[in-house]
């Protein structure tokens, strides 16, 4: 059973930068695939981007890529989010969610954290 929880979040103009990060525990992080996902009030749950840990390859979601980065730290079990140029579009509710399988874009995570609240105000 893995527990994951996320932190970071707050409250940030638009334009600026936050960085969150995810704690792991209970399972060997370094065999999980990681994701990062949000959700915005009266909105579907979104994939914002994701690490495998084979290779460490990244993928990201079309509404923030080249402005979010994703990372990853096994030897800490710690996965990070940087967020940039930030707009009030990415005001939501991130979560942290980990996955064995492959199919890093889907919802189909096996763990996820509590989620963490970003809110870009303009």
């Known amino acids: 059973q893995v527990q994951l929880v996320e932190s970071g979040g707050g409250l940030v103009q638009a334009g600026g930068s936050l960085r969150l990060s995810c704690a792991a525990s209970?399972?060997?992080?370094?065999?999980?695939?990681m994701g990062w996902f949000r959700q915005a009030p009266g909105k579907e749950r979104e994939f914002v981007a994701a690490?495998?840990?084979?290779?460490?390859?990244?993928v990201y979601g079309d509404s923030v890529k080249g402005r979010f980065t994703i990372s990853r730290e096994d030897a800490k079990n710690t996965l990070s989010l940087q967020m940039d140029s930030l707009t009030p579009e990415d005001t939501a509710v991130y979560y942290c969610?980990?996955?064995?399988?492959?199919?890093?874009?889907?919802?189909?995570?096996?763990?996820w954290g509590q989620g963490t609240q970003v809110t870009v105000s303009s």
């Open positions: 969610a980990a996955k064995s399988g492959s199919a890093l874009r889907t919802l189909m995570y096996d763990y």
């Open positions: 209970g399972g060997t992080f370094g065999r999980y695939n």
């Open positions: 690490m495998s840990w084979i290779q460490s390859i990244k």
